[in-house]
Protein backbone atom coordinates (compact mmCIF):
# COMPACT_ATOMS: atom_id res chain seq x y z
CA UNK A 1 0.00 0.00 0.00
CA UNK A 2 2.77 2.30 0.69
CA UNK A 3 4.22 1.46 -2.77
CA UNK A 4 1.07 2.63 -4.34
CA UNK A 5 -0.10 5.74 -2.36
CA UNK A 6 3.50 7.25 -0.75
CA UNK A 7 1.68 10.54 -0.49
CA UNK A 8 -0.79 8.99 2.38
CA UNK A 9 1.81 7.69 4.47
CA UNK A 10 3.88 10.85 4.17
CA UNK A 11 0.65 12.46 5.56
CA UNK A 12 0.73 10.08 8.38
CA UNK A 13 4.31 10.40 9.28
CA UNK A 14 5.06 14.17 8.51
CA UNK A 15 1.94 16.25 8.30
CA UNK A 16 1.49 17.85 5.28
CA UNK A 17 3.70 20.12 5.05
CA UNK A 18 6.23 16.69 3.96
CA UNK A 19 3.41 16.28 1.17
CA UNK A 20 4.22 20.03 -0.16
CA UNK A 21 7.71 19.52 -0.54
CA UNK A 22 7.56 16.88 -2.21
CA UNK A 23 5.11 17.88 -4.72
CA UNK A 24 6.31 18.37 -8.21
CA UNK A 25 4.85 21.55 -9.62
CA UNK A 26 3.57 20.27 -13.08
CA UNK A 27 4.10 21.64 -16.77
CA UNK A 28 5.75 24.70 -14.49
CA UNK A 29 2.70 25.58 -13.18
CA UNK A 30 4.67 27.82 -10.32
CA UNK A 31 6.73 29.64 -12.59
CA UNK A 32 4.03 30.35 -14.35
CA UNK A 33 2.53 32.12 -11.77
CA UNK A 34 5.13 33.74 -10.23
CA UNK A 35 5.60 35.73 -14.10
CA UNK A 36 1.92 36.60 -13.61
CA UNK A 37 2.24 37.71 -9.59
CA UNK A 38 -0.27 35.06 -8.71
CA UNK A 39 0.77 32.90 -5.54
CA UNK A 40 0.51 29.30 -5.85
CA UNK A 41 -2.44 27.90 -4.12
CA UNK A 42 -0.69 25.45 -2.27
CA UNK A 43 2.14 26.98 -0.55
CA UNK A 44 -0.01 30.27 0.27
CA UNK A 45 -0.93 30.03 3.95
CA UNK A 46 -3.68 32.12 3.60
CA UNK A 47 -5.42 29.52 1.86
CA UNK A 48 -5.92 27.29 5.34
CA UNK A 49 -5.93 30.13 7.54
CA UNK A 50 -7.48 33.17 5.91
CA UNK A 51 -5.61 35.64 8.16
CA UNK A 52 -5.24 38.88 7.51
CA UNK A 53 -1.73 40.41 8.21
CA UNK A 54 -0.54 43.79 7.00
CA UNK A 55 2.22 41.92 4.99
CA UNK A 56 -1.38 40.05 2.99
CA UNK A 57 -3.20 43.65 2.40
CA UNK A 58 -2.80 43.60 -0.82
CA UNK A 59 -2.44 40.06 -2.51
CA UNK A 60 -1.77 40.10 -5.93
CA UNK A 61 0.01 43.18 -8.56
CA UNK A 62 -1.97 41.98 -11.19
CA UNK A 63 -4.99 43.93 -9.54
CA UNK A 64 -3.31 47.35 -10.90
CA UNK A 65 -3.67 45.82 -14.69
CA UNK A 66 -6.92 44.44 -14.40
CA UNK A 67 -9.20 46.69 -16.12
CA UNK A 68 -12.57 44.63 -16.45
CA UNK A 69 -15.52 44.45 -14.28
CA UNK A 70 -14.66 43.49 -11.12
CA UNK A 71 -16.69 42.05 -8.00
CA UNK A 72 -16.51 43.12 -4.67
CA UNK A 73 -17.09 41.44 -1.06
CA UNK A 74 -17.04 43.77 1.90
CA UNK A 75 -17.41 42.81 5.58
CA UNK A 76 -18.60 45.30 7.58
CA UNK A 77 -18.07 46.02 11.42
CA UNK A 78 -18.60 49.06 13.40
CA UNK A 79 -14.88 50.29 13.33
CA UNK A 80 -13.24 48.97 10.75
CA UNK A 81 -14.27 46.96 7.62
CA UNK A 82 -12.51 44.17 5.37
CA UNK A 83 -12.44 44.69 1.30
CA UNK A 84 -11.82 41.84 -1.22
CA UNK A 85 -11.84 42.59 -4.96
CA UNK A 86 -11.61 40.02 -7.35
CA UNK A 87 -12.49 38.96 -10.86
CA UNK A 88 -15.50 37.43 -11.92
CA UNK A 89 -14.01 34.02 -12.62
CA UNK A 90 -13.38 34.12 -8.71
CA UNK A 91 -9.46 35.04 -8.95
CA UNK A 92 -8.71 37.64 -5.76
CA UNK A 93 -7.00 41.33 -6.90
CA UNK A 94 -6.73 42.79 -3.39
CA UNK A 95 -7.70 42.16 0.51
CA UNK A 96 -7.46 45.62 2.44
CA UNK A 97 -8.86 46.39 5.25
CA UNK A 98 -9.72 49.67 6.47
CA UNK A 99 -11.35 52.17 9.23
CA UNK A 100 -14.90 52.84 9.06
CA UNK A 101 -15.14 56.21 7.38
CA UNK A 102 -17.18 57.70 3.78
CA UNK A 103 -14.14 59.06 2.41
CA UNK A 104 -11.98 55.69 3.24
CA UNK A 105 -14.82 53.56 1.90
CA UNK A 106 -15.43 55.77 -1.66
CA UNK A 107 -11.50 55.68 -2.17
CA UNK A 108 -10.98 51.95 -1.95
CA UNK A 109 -14.34 51.17 -4.41
CA UNK A 110 -12.76 53.54 -6.93
CA UNK A 111 -10.53 51.11 -7.35
CA UNK A 112 -12.78 48.54 -8.39
CA UNK A 113 -13.34 50.90 -11.93
CA UNK A 114 -16.54 51.63 -13.53
CA UNK A 115 -19.66 49.99 -12.25
CA UNK A 116 -18.84 47.09 -9.67
CA UNK A 117 -21.11 44.93 -8.29
CA UNK A 118 -20.62 45.12 -4.33
CA UNK A 119 -21.97 43.00 -1.69
CA UNK A 120 -22.09 43.45 1.77
CA UNK A 121 -24.12 41.87 4.80
CA UNK A 122 -27.36 43.35 6.12
CA UNK A 123 -25.73 44.25 9.03
CA UNK A 124 -25.85 46.49 12.01
CA UNK A 125 -25.50 49.97 10.32
CA UNK A 126 -25.01 49.20 7.07
CA UNK A 127 -27.68 52.26 5.71
CA UNK A 128 -24.00 54.78 5.31
CA UNK A 129 -22.21 51.81 3.66
CA UNK A 130 -25.19 51.62 0.71
CA UNK A 131 -25.14 55.07 0.46
CA UNK A 132 -21.64 55.76 -0.41
CA UNK A 133 -21.42 52.75 -2.49
CA UNK A 134 -24.37 53.61 -4.57
CA UNK A 135 -22.71 57.77 -5.00
CA UNK A 136 -19.82 55.96 -6.32
CA UNK A 137 -22.44 54.41 -9.15
CA UNK A 138 -21.77 50.61 -7.51
CA UNK A 139 -24.32 48.38 -8.22
CA UNK A 140 -25.01 47.28 -4.59
CA UNK A 141 -26.03 44.15 -3.63
CA UNK A 142 -27.02 43.19 0.50
CA UNK A 143 -27.11 39.85 1.60
CA UNK A 144 -29.51 38.29 3.50
CA UNK A 145 -28.54 37.37 7.18
CA UNK A 146 -30.07 33.95 7.53
CA UNK A 147 -29.47 32.83 3.87
CA UNK A 148 -25.61 33.31 4.81
CA UNK A 149 -25.87 31.96 8.10
CA UNK A 150 -23.81 29.04 7.79
CA UNK A 151 -20.28 31.10 7.21
CA UNK A 152 -20.73 30.64 11.65
CA UNK A 153 -20.09 26.67 11.28
CA UNK A 154 -16.90 26.94 8.73
CA UNK A 155 -13.67 25.97 11.04
CA UNK A 156 -12.04 29.14 9.72
CA UNK A 157 -13.84 32.15 10.02
CA UNK A 158 -12.68 35.44 9.86
CA UNK A 159 -13.02 38.83 8.43
CA UNK A 160 -11.36 37.75 4.86
CA UNK A 161 -13.05 34.80 4.32
CA UNK A 162 -16.46 36.46 4.97
CA UNK A 163 -15.91 38.55 2.68
CA UNK A 164 -14.61 36.31 -0.07
CA UNK A 165 -17.54 34.34 0.18
CA UNK A 166 -19.80 36.76 -0.05
CA UNK A 167 -18.38 38.10 -3.34
CA UNK A 168 -18.13 34.53 -4.35
CA UNK A 169 -21.62 33.86 -4.11
CA UNK A 170 -22.77 37.42 -5.76
CA UNK A 171 -20.22 36.11 -9.00
CA UNK A 172 -22.07 32.59 -9.10
CA UNK A 173 -25.36 33.74 -8.84
CA UNK A 174 -26.26 32.21 -5.59
CA UNK A 175 -26.36 34.70 -3.47
CA UNK A 176 -29.42 35.29 -1.07
CA UNK A 177 -30.72 38.87 -1.36
CA UNK A 178 -32.26 41.58 0.98
CA UNK A 179 -34.18 44.53 -0.36
CA UNK A 180 -32.24 47.83 -0.08
CA UNK A 181 -35.17 49.89 0.81
CA UNK A 182 -34.44 53.98 -0.88
CA UNK A 183 -33.83 56.56 1.73
CA UNK A 184 -36.93 57.90 1.51
CA UNK A 185 -38.39 54.70 3.05
CA UNK A 186 -35.43 54.59 5.25
CA UNK A 187 -36.26 57.94 6.72
CA UNK A 188 -39.67 56.77 7.23
CA UNK A 189 -39.17 54.01 8.52
CA UNK A 190 -36.98 55.74 11.07
CA UNK A 191 -39.78 57.80 12.63
CA UNK A 192 -42.04 54.72 12.69
CA UNK A 193 -39.92 52.68 14.81
CA UNK A 194 -39.09 55.28 16.73
CA UNK A 195 -42.63 55.77 17.68
CA UNK A 196 -42.94 52.39 18.51
CA UNK A 197 -40.04 52.30 21.32
CA UNK A 198 -41.43 55.46 22.82
CA UNK A 199 -44.42 53.16 23.06
CA UNK A 200 -43.26 50.46 24.57
CA UNK A 201 -41.03 52.84 26.84
CA UNK A 202 -44.17 54.42 28.08
CA UNK A 203 -46.21 51.18 28.95
CA UNK A 204 -43.54 49.50 30.42
CA UNK A 205 -43.75 52.81 32.95
CA UNK A 206 -47.66 52.28 32.97
CA UNK A 207 -47.02 48.83 34.26
CA UNK A 208 -44.70 50.18 36.92
CA UNK A 209 -47.54 52.30 38.16
CA UNK A 210 -49.25 49.76 38.46
CA UNK A 211 -47.25 47.31 40.31
CA UNK A 212 -46.61 49.96 42.48
CA UNK A 213 -50.18 50.26 43.05
CA UNK A 214 -50.44 46.44 44.06
CA UNK A 215 -47.82 46.91 46.77
CA UNK A 216 -50.03 49.02 48.60
CA UNK A 217 -52.97 47.12 47.99
CA UNK A 218 -54.63 50.18 46.17
CA UNK A 219 -57.82 49.04 43.81
CA UNK A 220 -58.22 50.14 40.07
CA UNK A 221 -61.77 50.15 39.21
CA UNK A 222 -61.23 51.81 36.03
CA UNK A 223 -60.15 50.39 32.65
CA UNK A 224 -57.42 53.16 32.10
CA UNK A 225 -55.57 54.50 34.75
CA UNK A 226 -54.14 57.03 33.10
CA UNK A 227 -57.28 58.28 31.46
CA UNK A 228 -59.38 61.35 33.37
CA UNK A 229 -60.86 59.12 35.96
CA UNK A 230 -57.41 57.00 36.94
CA UNK A 231 -55.46 60.76 37.03
CA UNK A 232 -57.66 61.41 39.68
CA UNK A 233 -57.18 58.79 41.77
CA UNK A 234 -53.59 58.59 41.11
CA UNK A 235 -53.88 62.79 42.39
CA UNK A 236 -55.68 61.69 46.11
CA UNK A 237 -53.99 58.59 47.10
CA UNK A 238 -52.44 58.62 50.08
CA UNK A 239 -49.06 56.40 49.46
CA UNK A 240 -46.46 55.83 51.66
CA UNK A 241 -43.78 58.30 50.74
CA UNK A 242 -41.08 55.96 48.64
CA UNK A 243 -44.11 54.66 46.66
CA UNK A 244 -45.42 57.92 46.40
CA UNK A 245 -42.04 59.70 44.86
CA UNK A 246 -41.74 55.94 42.74
CA UNK A 247 -45.22 57.35 41.15
CA UNK A 248 -44.53 60.71 40.78
CA UNK A 249 -41.55 60.40 39.10
CA UNK A 250 -43.38 57.34 36.71
CA UNK A 251 -46.03 60.06 35.79
CA UNK A 252 -43.47 62.98 35.28
CA UNK A 253 -41.56 60.70 32.58
CA UNK A 254 -44.85 59.14 30.97
CA UNK A 255 -45.96 62.85 30.20
CA UNK A 256 -42.88 63.43 28.76
CA UNK A 257 -43.23 60.33 26.33
CA UNK A 258 -46.85 61.58 25.24
CA UNK A 259 -44.96 64.64 24.24
CA UNK A 260 -43.29 62.79 21.79
CA UNK A 261 -45.00 60.26 20.82
CA UNK A 262 -47.53 63.11 19.76
CA UNK A 263 -45.00 65.10 18.28
CA UNK A 264 -43.48 62.15 16.06
CA UNK A 265 -47.00 60.95 15.14
CA UNK A 266 -47.93 64.67 13.23
CA UNK A 267 -44.57 64.33 11.68
CA UNK A 268 -45.11 60.90 10.39
CA UNK A 269 -48.95 62.19 9.40
CA UNK A 270 -47.35 65.15 7.42
CA UNK A 271 -44.97 63.38 5.25
CA UNK A 272 -47.70 60.89 4.53
CA UNK A 273 -50.57 63.01 3.44
CA UNK A 274 -50.46 62.64 0.24
CA UNK A 275 -49.65 58.64 -0.40
CA UNK A 276 -52.49 56.92 -1.77
CA UNK A 277 -52.24 53.85 -0.32
CA UNK A 278 -52.13 55.27 3.08
CA UNK A 279 -55.38 56.64 2.36
CA UNK A 280 -56.48 53.30 1.17
CA UNK A 281 -56.08 50.97 4.04
CA UNK A 282 -57.33 53.23 6.38
CA UNK A 283 -60.80 51.76 5.25
CA UNK A 284 -60.18 48.30 6.34
CA UNK A 285 -61.54 47.80 9.48
CA UNK A 286 -59.31 47.97 12.48
CA UNK A 287 -56.77 50.21 10.31
CA UNK A 288 -56.36 53.73 11.68
CA UNK A 289 -53.24 56.07 10.85
CA UNK A 290 -50.75 54.31 13.04
CA UNK A 291 -51.22 51.05 11.70
CA UNK A 292 -51.29 51.99 8.13
CA UNK A 293 -48.26 54.02 8.67
CA UNK A 294 -46.45 50.83 10.03
CA UNK A 295 -47.74 48.94 7.06
CA UNK A 296 -46.38 51.50 4.48
CA UNK A 297 -43.24 51.94 5.81
CA UNK A 298 -42.10 48.34 6.55
CA UNK A 299 -43.54 46.89 3.51
CA UNK A 300 -42.13 50.08 1.41
CA UNK A 301 -42.79 49.23 -2.44
CA UNK A 302 -45.10 46.38 -2.32
CA UNK A 303 -45.02 46.10 -6.09
CA UNK A 304 -41.49 43.35 -5.38
CA UNK A 305 -44.26 40.81 -4.37
CA UNK A 306 -46.24 39.57 -6.89
CA UNK A 307 -48.97 38.27 -4.45
CA UNK A 308 -50.66 38.91 -0.99
CA UNK A 309 -49.34 35.19 -0.52
CA UNK A 310 -45.81 36.54 -0.86
CA UNK A 311 -46.44 39.40 1.65
CA UNK A 312 -48.00 37.26 4.07
CA UNK A 313 -44.85 34.79 3.93
CA UNK A 314 -42.59 37.34 3.78
CA UNK A 315 -44.15 39.20 7.14
CA UNK A 316 -43.46 35.64 8.95
CA UNK A 317 -47.34 34.66 8.85
CA UNK A 318 -47.36 31.66 6.85
CA UNK A 319 -47.28 28.16 8.37
CA UNK A 320 -43.46 26.44 9.08
CA UNK A 321 -43.11 23.85 6.70
CA UNK A 322 -40.39 20.94 7.32
CA UNK A 323 -40.45 18.12 3.98
CA UNK A 324 -38.04 15.42 3.73
CA UNK A 325 -38.97 12.51 1.71
CA UNK A 326 -42.55 11.00 3.26
CA UNK A 327 -42.36 12.96 5.75
CA UNK A 328 -43.69 16.72 6.24
CA UNK A 329 -43.97 18.90 9.24
CA UNK A 330 -45.89 21.78 9.58
CA UNK A 331 -45.79 24.00 12.56
CA UNK A 332 -46.47 27.71 14.22
CA UNK A 333 -45.45 30.65 11.73
CA UNK A 334 -42.52 31.26 11.30
CA UNK A 335 -41.98 34.86 12.67
CA UNK A 336 -39.38 35.54 9.87
CA UNK A 337 -39.65 39.28 8.79
CA UNK A 338 -40.94 41.75 10.22
CA UNK A 339 -41.98 42.01 13.57
CA UNK A 340 -43.53 45.54 12.80
CA UNK A 341 -46.10 44.04 10.08
CA UNK A 342 -47.03 40.98 12.19
CA UNK A 343 -48.27 43.50 15.06
CA UNK A 344 -50.06 45.57 13.16
CA UNK A 345 -51.85 42.82 11.19
CA UNK A 346 -52.65 40.93 14.47
CA UNK A 347 -53.76 44.61 16.46
CA UNK A 348 -55.64 45.54 13.25
CA UNK A 349 -57.64 42.44 13.61
CA UNK A 350 -57.78 42.79 17.65
CA UNK A 351 -59.23 45.51 17.21
CA UNK A 352 -61.78 45.01 14.12
CA UNK A 353 -65.04 46.66 15.13
CA UNK A 354 -68.01 44.37 15.22
CA UNK A 355 -69.84 45.53 12.30
CA UNK A 356 -67.01 44.90 10.09
CA UNK A 357 -69.00 41.83 8.67
CA UNK A 358 -67.05 39.01 7.04
CA UNK A 359 -63.87 39.87 9.15
CA UNK A 360 -65.70 39.55 12.46
CA UNK A 361 -67.77 36.36 10.80
CA UNK A 362 -64.75 34.82 9.22
CA UNK A 363 -62.34 35.00 12.72
CA UNK A 364 -66.04 33.81 14.81
CA UNK A 365 -66.07 30.61 12.32
CA UNK A 366 -62.86 29.71 12.82
CA UNK A 367 -62.44 30.25 16.52
CA UNK A 368 -64.83 27.58 16.75
CA UNK A 369 -63.67 25.32 14.58
CA UNK A 370 -59.62 25.69 14.97
CA UNK A 371 -59.37 28.23 18.43
CA UNK A 372 -58.80 31.87 19.12
CA UNK A 373 -54.98 32.25 18.29
CA UNK A 374 -55.19 30.08 14.88
CA UNK A 375 -58.30 32.31 14.04
CA UNK A 376 -56.58 35.82 14.59
CA UNK A 377 -53.40 34.58 12.30
CA UNK A 378 -55.56 33.36 9.80
CA UNK A 379 -57.65 37.09 9.71
CA UNK A 380 -54.29 38.90 9.87
CA UNK A 381 -53.41 37.01 6.90
CA UNK A 382 -56.61 37.94 4.59
CA UNK A 383 -56.08 41.35 6.04
CA UNK A 384 -52.76 41.79 4.82
CA UNK A 385 -54.18 40.80 1.66
CA UNK A 386 -56.54 43.65 1.66
CA UNK A 387 -53.38 45.64 2.76
CA UNK A 388 -51.74 44.41 -0.47
CA UNK A 389 -54.21 45.40 -3.39
CA UNK A 390 -54.57 49.03 -1.07
CA UNK A 391 -50.83 49.81 -1.20
CA UNK A 392 -50.35 48.41 -4.98
CA UNK A 393 -53.71 49.90 -6.18
CA UNK A 394 -54.41 53.01 -4.02
CA UNK A 395 -57.80 51.82 -3.46
CA UNK A 396 -59.42 48.39 -2.56
CA UNK A 397 -61.81 46.94 -4.73
CA UNK A 398 -63.68 44.42 -2.93
CA UNK A 399 -64.78 47.07 -0.81
CA UNK A 400 -66.42 49.05 -3.52
CA UNK A 401 -68.84 45.37 -4.25
CA UNK A 402 -69.67 44.94 -0.83
CA UNK A 403 -68.61 42.71 2.28
CA UNK A 404 -69.32 39.11 0.29
CA UNK A 405 -67.86 40.09 -2.39
CA UNK A 406 -64.60 41.53 -0.51
CA UNK A 407 -64.15 38.04 1.39
CA UNK A 408 -64.53 35.86 -1.55
CA UNK A 409 -61.60 38.26 -3.23
CA UNK A 410 -59.95 37.74 -0.25
CA UNK A 411 -60.47 34.20 0.50
CA UNK A 412 -59.20 33.76 -3.42
CA UNK A 413 -56.31 35.88 -2.97
Not at 5 to 24: D, K, N, S
Not at 278 to 300: D, K, S
Request: aromatic share 6%; glycine share 8%; with cysteine.
Amino acid sequence: MEQVFPLLFVEQRRGWGGIQAQMPYFAGVSDAMKERGLRSPWASPERCSGVLTPSTTKEAPVSEQYADRQIVGIDLHRRRTVIVRMTPAGEKLETVRIDNDPVALGLEIAKAGPDPDVVLEATYGWYWAVDVLQDAGAQVHLAHPLGVKGFAYRRVKNDARDAADLADLLRMGRLPEAWIAPRPVRELREQVRHRAKLVALRSGLKAQVHAVLAKQGVPVPMSDLFGVGGSKLLDRLGLDAPYAARVGSLRRIIDLLDFEIDVVSKRVAVQLAGHDGYRAIQAVPGIGPVLAAVFVAEIGDVTRFRTPAQLACWAGLTPRHRESDTTVHRGPITKQGSRLVRWAAIEAVQRTPGTAGWLVATRAELTHRRGRNIATVAVARRLLALVFYGLRDGHIRAFDHGDRRGADATRAA
